[in-house]
């Protein structure tokens, strides 16, 4: 009988092992979902504002379509085994912002016509553009950054990027920089980019790296007290900066939510690092002092406070803004007045600050819920990649970036409810606005680049050949008695 050989591997019969599905062709079902959600909810809108279908329904729908099928193959060519479920609630997201935005510029264009003036400039041209420029950002970002632990060896010129974007703005004259009160922007004739967006995510990778590289530093256990270990306090310094920075944001730029996010990503990534509560403690402590004096300090704060007691204390100045909001978030009722029926545009900037309120007004509770279950499965997922992926420095940033979303979406809803005051931040992907836009679509790439790192299988080493059979060693067994 012939003896097979061993040495020439597996025979052709045996199986190959299967391959581990990527979830691309969910991520391609959910898209398509996603658009026709959108393309129902721009019918609504133009059948009860126009009573008629027009030619931008064709305009935006080709546009959505189109960006986001890029986006799609990018990912699978770039990040095939990314996590599924992130870009569609992206997608979502923004198709609903470009809904409201159209429903909001019939809504101006008819005031315009009511009154004998101009009609305004579409919104939702420039708001497609700027869609378009942050998806060109995010195929650059995954083709760019192949690996996500390459980052780490820029920190600290991330860092050093991130502070110097934070803070020009601050120093720039106000003509060029300030709009409605805050110093935020950097405006070259018709075109203006907010840098803050940006430079929160560069100071998000320079954080991880930093915390991942000094994580015995901040785990090094000072004095107990009621039962916690206080760290000692010569390593309080990053945190202290962090609070300076923040204050230093709030007095130059006259920014809360700004200076709000940033301490915030800051002190999770902390605790992120550390697992110790007393971080968050100190943290929440240097915060509330800092509010503290704020408040007796700046006028604009203690306005934005008074605003937030009693909106109706000056309804015709001050609380204007949010008293409307909170007039049509309680026309929306449960289940809203529908898509084009209701008046959300007697409610200022409704398109950007208070695209909450224009949302609630016309999808209800009902609407802002399931919205609010878009933002949640985002930024779970996003946690998800981070407690999956193996590096600690993957782990630090997709932290960072998921949670990034989940205070902004947090804090905007705060203001426009009356549940903490206003800040003048928007909803990330849904709200008018180029910069916030652009800069989540480069965050979303990084976060899509970890859960790749996350869900792709580990590389097999090649098994060694199998000497022949008559070259084999003999193994002495010892037979059990």
């Excluded at 919104?123 to 690996?147: E, K």
């Excluded at 430079?199 to 009621?226: E, H, N, P, S």
């Excluded at 790192?453 to 070259?471: G, N, T, V, W």
Aim: hydrophobic share 55%.
């Amino acid at each position: 009988m012939a003896v097979p050989d061993v040495s020439a591997g597996p025979s052709p019969a045996t199986p190959a092992p299967a391959a581990l599905p990527t979830g691309r062709g969910i991520e391609l079902v959910l898209l398509a979902f996603a658009a026709v959600l959108v393309t129902g909810a721009l019918v609504l809108v133009e059948a009860n504002q126009e009573q008629e279908l027009t030619r931008v329904l064709i305009f935006v729908g080709l546009a959505y379509l189109g960006l986001f099928t890029i986006a799609h193959v990018a990912v699978r060519r770039f990040a095939p085994y990314a996590d599924p479920l992130i870009l569609p609630c992206v997608a979502l997201l923004n198709g609903l912002g470009l809904v409201m935005i159209h429903r909001l510029d019939l809504a101006e264009a008819d005031r315009a016509q009511a009154l004998g003036r101009e009609a305004p400039t579409e919104l939702i041209s420039r708001q497609i553009a700027w869609t378009a420029i942050g998806l060109v950002l995010f195929v650059a970002v995954l083709w760019i950054v192949r690996d996500h632990r390459t980052l780490s060896r820029y920190a600290y010129t991330a860092g050093f990027a991130g502070l110097v974007l934070l803070a020009l703005p601050g120093l720039l004259p106000s003509s060029i920089s300030e709009v409605n009160g805050a110093k935020l922007w950097i405006r070259i004739g018709p075109v203006g980019i907010q840098p803050g967006e940006f430079a929160k995510i560069l100071l998000i990778v320079f954080f991880a790296a930093f915390l991942m590289q000094k994580r015995d530093l901040f785990t090094t256990a000072g004095r107990k007290f009621l039962g916690m270990e206080l760290p000692r306090g010569r390593d309080l310094g990053p945190l202290l900066l962090a609070w300076g920075l923040s204050v230093g944001v709030l007095v130059l730029e006259r920014d809360l939510g700004t200076s709000l996010l940033f301490f915030g990503i800051v002190l999770v990534l902390l605790y992120a690092a550390t697992e110790r509560v007393s971080w968050m403690l100190i943290g929440l402590s240097f915060f509330l002092g800092g509010c503290l004096i704020a408040y007796q300090l700046f006028s604009h704060v203690r306005v934005r406070v008074q605003v937030w007691l009693d909106p109706f204390a000056d309804f015709a100045g001050t609380g204007y803004q949010i008293g409307q909001a909170l007039f049509g978030l309680g026309t929306g009722g449960v289940g809203g007045t529908g898509l084009g029926a209701g008046r959300p545009d007697l409610v200022p900037y409704a398109e950007s600050d208070f695209m909450l309120s224009s949302l609630g007004e016309e999808l209800g509770l009902i609407g802002l819920a399931a919205i609010l279950v878009v933002y949640l499965v985002l930024i779970t997922r996003g946690l998800r990649s981070a407690l999956a992926v193996r590096d600690s420095f993957g782990k630090l940033l997709a932290t960072g970036l998921a949670f990034t979303l989940a205070l902004q979406v947090f804090i905007v809803i705060g203001g426009a409810s009356k549940l903490i005051p206003l800040t003048g931040l928007t909803l990330p992907f849904l709200s008018y606005g180029g910069s916030s836009l652009v800069a989540n679509y480069a965050l979303v790439a990084l976060l899509l680049r970890v859960s790749n790192a996350a869900r792709a299988p580990l590389p097999r080493r090649p098994a060694a050949p199998l000497p022949p059979l008559a070259d084999a060693g003999t193994e002495l067994v010892e037979r059990p008695r």
